[in-house]
């Protein structure tokens, strides 16, 4: 994934933060490895949500910035394990605290679609 450079052009640091972790599964791909160092597997159950390229793609990006380790064992089959940097480490407090926001807000940001209504049909 492309990122902005901002060590060339300053910017707003809350602009720089968000270009890490934007986009949809980003931030719940890292608030799950806070605890601890898990499987593509393993991710991916806890996030029924999400597709096997999503995740791969996302995993990438986050490697690629430096905020997730990959680690690969050569064994066979091989066996891949992700953990959080030292740089995504430092992120807990940001995850934690979006995590505490959406817990106290969770109703009013209900991801359910809204209730169907219908509409009776006019007797001829």
Known sequence: MKR???ARRPGCSVEATLDLIDGKWKGVILYHLQSGTQRFGELRRRMPGITQRMLTKQLRALE?????IRKVYAEVPPRVE????????????????LKAWG???QERLSCAPPPVVVKKKRAA
């Open 64 to 68: 690629e910035d430096r905020l997730v």
């Open 103 to 105: 817990e106290s807000h």
């Open 82 to 97: 992700y953990c959080l940097s030292e740089l995504g480490e430092s992120l807990r407090p940001v995850i934690d605290i």
């Open 4 to 6: 902005r450079n901002f």
